[in-house]
């Protein structure tokens, strides 16, 4: 009788661990309460939220312990929320999309394109009881990982569509936790009166979007001073910011940057404006340095068929070359690529490919770099990124030079 007991306990367990653990399974929240005495486990019975090779920072990692909900309002609201961990060492994070789109939980499952409205992946801050939320109290729409901001600014709801709200723990939780709702009528029904305020929000936006961002070691997790080259679609030519662990600067929709720090591999990060972000937060942690590594930088581009730089390759060169100038001990070897698809790799793609990477050389040698730290190689056509190109961007790439660290000592 005790087994028979012990088994229904572990099926109800189960089923109440598991029930709303996929997109398509989402509880719908009707109060403004609700609490998870169990806490998630796994994914569900598919593994939606997977990170696409290029890392997308208002993302999740990777779906674990995840559970997933609807919200609703028949009214025009204003939605602040409070996720508030039963244990306080559990570290939860949220992602929260508009769901109305017919077919939302196929078209995440598949391609996993769609962008969140809000996400906050911090660190746990046990100073704040390791809650975190939306509260009115803050600006920022997505918190990356790391060290950053517990809680992210409200959403305004529009009235019959649906939310979906993803809390995930990276880390198997100890316990569940206590999701608090509050929704606050939006008080104008009127069309004029919401174009007007939304209008001026729009003007707001162009003053205030910003990205702060912060540089840790990786393994220490502990705050480190480090260079950073930034290059936005207004200034492709780059420009740098150093001395400081800590940055604020305006954000573009598109901007590139990349972080140089004395004993690091350099570290790239993309981030993309979305017509509602007012701030970015995140953490940058950079990875020590490594024989046999290559360092991941923003391309170098070529005029076809020669090795000459593009204007637009000045980021990765002023990247490159402090990276050598805080590192002294290092040795690279430059390695250059061609383009040329369905060809055979004969000598003039070699010798293309090696000028290209003797261009990077005379560009270091000439800001002071010694010969005896840069060795060069060109593989011509061998190793193309994109076999059979489509675009010109596709070809680009493949007049690449890519750099290995060889020696640190």
């Given at each position: 009788?005790r087994?028979?007991i012990?088994?229904?306990?572990?099926?109800f367990i189960s089923?109440?661990?598991g029930?709303n653990?996929?997109?398509n399974t989402?509880?719908?929240?009707?109060?403004?309460?609700?609490?998870q005495?169990i806490p998630?486990?796994?994914y569900?019975?598919?593994?939606?939220?997977v990170?696409?090779?290029k890392?997308?920072?208002?993302s999740?990692?990777?779906?674990?312990?995840s559970e997933?909900?609807i919200l609703?309002q028949t009214?025009?609201v204003?939605?602040t929320?409070s996720i508030?961990?039963i244990?306080?060492n559990?570290d939860y994070?949220?992602?929260?999309?508009?769901a109305?789109?017919?077919?939302f939980?196929?078209?995440i499952?598949?391609?996993?394109?769609i962008k969140?409205?809000?996400?906050?992946?911090s660190?746990?801050?046990k100073?704040?009881?390791?809650?975190?939320g939306?509260?009115?109290?803050?600006?920022?729409?997505?918190?990356?990982?790391?060290?950053?901001?517990s809680?992210c600014?409200?959403?305004?709801m529009?009235a019959g569509?649906?939310y979906?709200?993803?809390?995930?723990c990276d880390?198997?939780?100890?316990?569940g936790?206590?999701?608090?709702l509050?929704?606050?009528k939006?008080?104008?029904?009127?069309?004029?009166t919401d174009?007007?305020?939304?209008?001026?929000?729009?003007?707001s936006k162009k003053s205030?979007?910003?990205?702060?961002?912060?540089?840790?070691?990786?393994e220490?997790k502990?705050k480190?001073e480090?260079?950073?080259?930034?290059?936005t679609n207004?200034?492709?030519t780059g420009?740098v910011?150093s001395?400081?662990?800590a940055y604020?600067?305006?954000?573009?929709?598109?901007?590139?940057?990349m972080a140089?720090a004395?004993?690091?591999?350099?570290?790239k990060r993309?981030?993309?404006l979305t017509?509602?972000?007012?701030?970015?937060i995140?953490t940058?942690?950079l990875?020590?340095?490594t024989?046999?590594a290559y360092l991941?930088i923003i391309?170098?581009y070529f005029?076809?068929?020669?090795?000459k730089?593009?204007?637009?390759s000045k980021?990765?060169?002023l990247?490159?070359l402090l990276?050598l100038?805080?590192?002294?001990n290092v040795q690279?070897?430059?390695q250059?690529?061609?383009?040329g698809?369905?060809?055979?790799?004969?000598?003039?793609?070699?010798?293309?490919?090696?000028n290209r990477?003797?261009a990077?050389?005379?560009?270091?040698?000439?800001e002071?770099?010694?010969?005896k730290?840069?060795?060069?190689e060109?593989?011509?056509?061998a190793m193309?990124?994109?076999p059979d190109?489509?675009?010109e961007e596709e070809?680009e790439l493949n007049?690449r030079?890519?750099i290995?660290?060889i020696?640190?000592?």
């Amino acid at each position: 009788m005790r087994n028979i007991i012990f088994l229904i306990s572990c099926f109800f367990i189960s089923n109440l661990h598991g029930q709303n653990s996929d997109c398509n399974t989402a509880l719908l929240i009707s109060d403004t309460i609700y609490q998870q005495i169990i806490p998630p486990f796994g994914y569900g019975k598919v593994k939606e939220l997977v990170q696409p090779k290029k890392y997308d920072f208002t993302s999740f990692k990777s779906e674990k312990n995840s559970e997933w909900f609807i919200l609703k309002q028949t009214e025009k609201v204003s939605l602040t929320l409070s996720i508030i961990p039963i244990n306080v060492n559990d570290d939860y994070d949220f992602m929260i999309f508009d769901a109305s789109e017919i077919g939302f939980c196929d078209s995440i499952k598949v391609a996993n394109k769609i962008k969140p409205l809000r996400s906050n992946i911090s660190r746990n801050d046990k100073a704040v009881n390791s809650i975190t939320g939306l509260r009115t109290s803050n600006d920022t729409s997505f918190v990356g990982i790391g060290l950053g901001n517990s809680f992210c600014r409200p959403i305004i709801m529009e009235a019959g569509k649906s939310y979906i709200l993803v809390i995930c723990c990276d880390r198997n939780p100890q316990k569940g936790f206590t999701l608090k709702l509050n929704y606050e009528k939006v008080k104008s029904n009127d069309a004029a009166t919401d174009s007007l305020l939304a209008r001026i929000e729009a003007e707001s936006k162009k003053s205030r979007n910003k990205l702060q961002f912060f540089f840790a070691d990786k393994e220490t997790k502990q705050k480190i001073e480090a260079d950073a080259v930034v290059r936005t679609n207004l200034i492709d030519t780059g420009y740098v910011i150093s001395g400081f662990s800590a940055y604020n600067i305006a954000l573009k929709s598109q901007t590139d940057l990349m972080a140089v720090a004395s004993g690091f591999m350099i570290e790239k990060r993309n981030y993309s404006l979305t017509e509602d972000s007012l701030s970015i937060i995140d953490t940058i942690f950079l990875r020590k340095i490594t024989v046999d590594a290559y360092l991941e930088i923003i391309p170098f581009y070529f005029e076809g068929n020669t090795n000459k730089l593009l204007p637009k390759s000045k980021p990765a060169l002023l990247s490159l070359l402090l990276f050598l100038q805080k590192n002294p001990n290092v040795q690279i070897e430059i390695q250059g690529h061609a383009n040329g698809p369905k060809r055979k790799n004969v000598r003039e793609f070699r010798k293309l490919s090696e000028n290209r990477a003797e261009a990077i050389k005379k560009y270091l040698t000439f800001e002071g770099i010694s010969k005896k730290r840069l060795a060069i190689e060109g593989y011509g056509n061998a190793m193309m990124l994109f076999p059979d190109p489509q675009t010109e961007e596709e070809s680009e790439l493949n007049r690449r030079v890519e750099i290995k660290i060889i020696s640190i000592e």
